[in-house]
């Protein structure tokens, strides 16, 4: 296969490549990095050995992934860091292109939970869960037995369906619950807060390290504080963007034109069972926010 030819069969299987990283590393950036590495390493093999290039690429993905997860886990010197996952953020759209990106989107929230496995069980879990990838394949990529991998994927989902991490599919529902937490906030009314706060929500904020780093806040009064306290920080100059965030009910901060935090919801049953804030200018830099324009 000549080049030419190679980078186009290449580019059919980018997005798909894409969403593994994505779910694999909760990073836009790192899942870039290994799609590109999946293609350096094509670009050097013997691809007429290559029978199934979606599979072998899938599985190339797979490893880069899992070494910069074990990268990752060794380097963290801090584990009660707070993680606040990428968002991938978009309009909304009540149309088929909606229902579409709905259907292929993943929570922050389980990605929040994804983070907390070991790097084998989250590959393990994500190709075969969200992938349908033969056991026998992931196997290859994790270096263990097929039983083995079994194994991990059955400990991996038992973590994942102990979360709280299935959101209302409604997404009239989830923006109406936002909606009200967002009028409650301008308005400074605390009650009103906490009744559209599930007792138990979580809040994770990502400043960036110039900005105080990353917090995690947990209970609906003390969510709502947190909440009070942020509306009055930016108050003035500051507009709301309604977006989708991961597919869910979210919002997009705006002063003088430019994107200062980006908030996703989980909402189940009514009420907001966890919000996560990116507002890293670093990382608020990197991603595609073109959509709020």
């Keep these: 296969m000549n080049d ?30 290994a799609v590109q590495e999946a293609w350096l390493k094509l670009s050097r093999a013997d691809t ?3 029978g199934n290039l979606a599979g072998w690429l899938t599985t190339v993905v797979g490893r880069v992934c899992l070494d910069m997860l074990r990268s990752r886990k060794a380097r963290r010197e801090e584990p ?17 292109e909606h229902e579409a990106l709905m259907a292929d989107s993943v929570g922050l929230a389980l990605l929040v939970v994804l983070d907390t496995l070991t790097p084998a069980e989250r590959l393990a879990f994500v190709l075969r869960d969200m992938f349908a990838m033969p056991f026998e394949e992931i196997a290859s990529v994790v270096g263990r037995s097929e039983a083995a991998t079994r194994q991990l994927a059955s400990r991996a989902r038992r973590r994942v369906q102990g979360a709280p991490v299935a959101p ?16 409650a906030a301008r ?12 007792p138990e929500v979580v809040l994770r904020a990502d400043r ?6 990353s917090t995690e806040v ?7 504080n947190q909440a009070l306290t942020f509306s009055r920080l930016n108050a003035g100059g500051g507009v709301v963007h309604r977006a989708l965030v ?13 994107p200062f935090s980006v908030l996703g919801f989980t909402v189940a049953g009514g009420r907001i069972v966890e919000i996560d804030i990116l507002a890293d200018p670093g990382r608020l830099d990197r991603l595609d926010l073109a959509v709020i324009d």
């Design 218 to 224: 947990r209970g609906a009064a003390a969510v709502a």
């Design 246 to 258: 991961n597919g869910a009910a979210g919002v997009v901060a705006t002063r003088d034109g430019r």
């Design 168 to 183: 209302d599919p409604d997404l009239a529902r989830q923006r109406r619950v936002v909606d009200a937490f967002l009028a």
């Design 80 to 96: 009660w860091d707070v993680l606040v996952p990428d968002p991938i953020v978009s309009r909304e759209d009540d149309g088929p």
């Design 208 to 213: 960036g390290a110039a900005q105080g780093g």
């Design 4 to 33: 030419e030819l190679l980078a186009r069969s290449f580019e059919t299987h980018r997005d798909h490549l894409r969403s593994v990283a994505y779910r694999m590393l909760g990073s836009l950036a790192e899942a870039e990095d």
């Design 48 to 50: 007429a050995a290559v």
């Design 187 to 198: 308005g400074g009314d605390f009650d009103a807060l906490v009744s559209v706060l599930d």
